[in-house]
C-alpha cells in the first residue's frame, strides 16, 4: 500500500515540489545580491505580463514590441524616480533622523555607533553649509568627515608593515584575511577637532564652534525630548482633571516605552545603515541582470509557463499543471494588487502629509508605499512616523484629520486589494503574519516582503496536495 502511495501522481508531484521549493530557498541564501535579483526580476514580469497579454492579444502587437513598450515604461518610471526623487528624499530621511532622535528620551549611557557618528558629523556639517556658509561644497563635506571619523572611530592602520608593528604576530602576507581588533573607548579633544577642521579653508573660520558641537553630538546622547511636551498637551487634552501624580506615572510609563522604542529603532536603523555601502556597492550588478533577466524572461514568459510541467515525472505532470497554473494566478495577481496599492496609499499619504503643514511630506510618501508592500504588519510601521510628526504639532485638529485619513485611506486600499484579486483566493491575515514573523527571522527585512508570496504558495500547496489526501484518509 506504501508503495502504491508512494508511486501515484499526487505523491510524485508533492515530493518533487518540495525539493523544488526547497532549492530555491538555497538559491535565495547564496548571497544577497542573487536574492535581490530573483525578486525583483520575478516582480517585474509579473506586472508587465498583464500588458503583454492585452497588447499581444487585444493590440495584436508583436511580443518584443510589447515587451520594449513594457519594460521601457517601467524602468524609464524608475531612472526618474532615482534622479528626482532619491536625492531629496535622502536629505529628509537625514534631517528626520535628527527630530526623532530629538523626540525620544535621552539615555546617558547610550553609545553611538560609528554609522551614527558619521551620520551625525554629516548632518553637523551641512547644517553648518546651510545656515551660515553656502560655499562650502559636497566635496568639502565628504572629505572632512572622512578625516574626522579616521581620527575619532578608526584605528589609523594603513599598511602591513604598521599593523606587524601593533600586533604580536610572527608572520602576516600579503593575501586576504580579516582581523578584527578590540575597540577601546578613545578620548576625544575638542582641539585636536578643531586641528583637523582648520585644515579645510572654507570652515578654517569657525573651527572651534564646529568643533565643539561635533564632539557635543557624536560622544554625548543628547535630546530636546520633545516627546514629553507632547504627551502632556495629549493627556490634557484627553483629561483636564487628571491628578499630577497619575499624570506623572503615566509619563513615565511612556518614557520606559520610549526608550525600548528607541533602542529598536537605532539598532534597526544602524544595522541597515551598514548594509547600505554594500548594496551601492552591488546596486549596477544586480540591476545589469534584473534588466537582462526582465528582457528575456518576459520574451519567453508565456513558453516558460507551457514548459515548466516538464520538470515533474510525466505521471504528475497533470496534477503539479495544475497547481502550478493556479500559484502562479494568485501570484501575479497579488504583485500587481500590492505593488498599485503600495503606490497608492505613497501617493496619498505623500499629499496629505504636505496639505496639513507637516514636514518630510516627500519622505513619509515613500515610506508608506514601502511599508504598504508588507501586508497588515507593514500599517503599524508606517503610523509610528506620522504619529511623532503629529504630536510634535500638539494641534488636535491636525491628529484627527491625520488619523480620519489613515483609517479611510486603508480602507479604500483594502477595497482595491480586494476587486484585484477578485476571483483568486485570498490568504488568511493569520497565516501572513506568522509567515512575516518567520521569514522575518530567517531573512530580516527582505525576509518580511517575500513572506506573502511564499503564504500564498503554501496555501496552493496544501489545498493541491494535501488537502486531497486527508479528505480521503
Not at 579616521?150 to 601593533?166: A, C, G, H, P, T
Not at 510609563?253 to 554594500?278: D, M, V
Request: hydrophobic share 50%; net charge positive.
Amino acid at each position: 500500500m506504501n508503495k502504491g502511495i508512494m508511486k501515484s501522481p499526487r505523491f510524485m508531484a508533492t515530493f518533487f515540489t518540495v525539493v523544488y521549493f526547497l532549492i530555491s530557498i538555497l538559491i535565495l541564501t547564496i548571497s544577497p545580491a542573487i536574492s535581490a535579483i530573483f525578486i525583483i526580476t520575478i516582480a517585474i514580469v509579473f506586472m508587465v505580463e498583464p500588458w503583454m497579454k492585452f497588447a499581444t492579444t487585444t493590440l495584436k502587437l508583436g511580443r518584443w514590441i510589447a515587451v520594449a513598450l513594457g519594460l521601457g515604461t517601467i524602468y524609464l518610471l524608475l531612472t526618474l524616480v532615482t534622479i528626482f526623487l532619491f536625492p531629496p528624499v535622502i536629505q529628509e530621511a537625514s534631517s528626520f533622523y535628527t527630530t526623532a532622535i530629538n523626540f525620544f528620551p535621552a539615555e546617558k549611557n547610550t553609545q553611538f555607533t560609528p554609522v551614527e557618528i558619521e551620520l551625525n558629523i554629516e548632518n553637523v556639517l551641512k547644517n553648518y553649509k546651510e545656515k551660515q556658509n553656502p560655499s562650502v561644497s559636497d566635496n568639502d563635506i565628504k572629505s572632512l568627515k572622512d578625516e574626522l571619523m579616521r581620527y575619532m572611530v578608526n584605528n589609523d592602520i594603513s599598511s602591513i608593515e604598521e599593523l606587524k608593528s601593533k600586533l604580536p604576530l610572527n608572520e602576516l602576507t600579503d593575501e586576504n584575511f580579516v582581523i578584527i581588533l578590540p575597540t577601546e573607548k578613545k578620548e576625544i579633544s575638542v582641539s585636536k577637532i578643531a586641528e583637523i577642521i582648520s585644515n579645510y579653508k572654507v570652515f578654517s573660520s569657525d573651527a572651534t564652534m564646529l568643533a565643539e558641537e561635533i564632539k557635543e553630538r557624536t560622544t554625548s546622547f543628547s535630546s530636546s525630548e520633545d516627546w514629553k511636551s507632547a504627551f502632556e498637551w495629549l493627556i490634557d487634552k484627553l483629561n483636564k482633571n487628571l491628578d499630577e501624580q497619575r499624570k506623572v506615572q503615566i509619563l513615565t510609563s511612556i518614557r520606559s516605552l520610549l526608550i525600548e522604542i528607541q533602542a529598536k529603532f537605532r539598532e534597526y536603523l544602524t544595522a541597515f545603515l551598514e548594509k547600505i555601502p554594500g548594496i551601492v556597492s552591488s546596486m549596477f550588478t544586480v540591476m545589469f541582470f534584473v534588466i537582462i533577466g526582465t528582457i528575456y524572461l518576459s520574451y519567453y514568459f508565456s513558453g516558460f509557463k507551457r514548459h515548466l510541467p516538464g520538470i515533474y515525472p510525466k505521471s504528475s505532470r497533470g496534477v503539479a499543471s495544475s497547481f502550478l497554473r493556479d500559484t502562479y494566478g494568485n501570484l501575479e495577481r497579488y504583485v500587481v494588487a500590492i505593488i498599485l496599492v503600495a503606490l497608492l496609499t505613497g501617493i496619498s499619504v505623500g499629499i496629505v502629509v504636505k496639505i496639513l503643514g507637516i514636514k518630510y511630506s516627500l519622505l513619509m510618501g515613500v515610506w508608506a508605499a514601502i511599508t504598504n508592500l508588507v501586508p497588515i504588519v507593514g500599517v503599524i510601521f508606517e503610523v509610528i512616523p506620522l504619529l511623532l510628526l503629529s504630536l510634535s504639532l500638539k494641534s488636535w485638529v491636525i491628529l484627527l484629520v491625520l488619523l480620519a485619513f489613515l483609517a479611510t485611506i486603508h480602507v479604500v486600499a483594502f477595497i482595491v486589494f480586494l476587486k484585484l484579486m477578485r476571483g483568486y483566493n485570498r490568504i488568511n491575515p493569520v497565516l501572513v503574519i506568522a509567515m512575516i514573523i518567520i521569514m522575518g527571522q530567517l531573512f530580516s527585512v527582505p525576509g518580511a516582503f517575500i513572506a506573502a508570496p511564499l503564504a500564498i504558495i503554501l496555501k496552493k500547496f496544501w489545498e493541491h496536495f494535501l488537502s486531497p489526501w486527508l479528505e480521503k484518509a
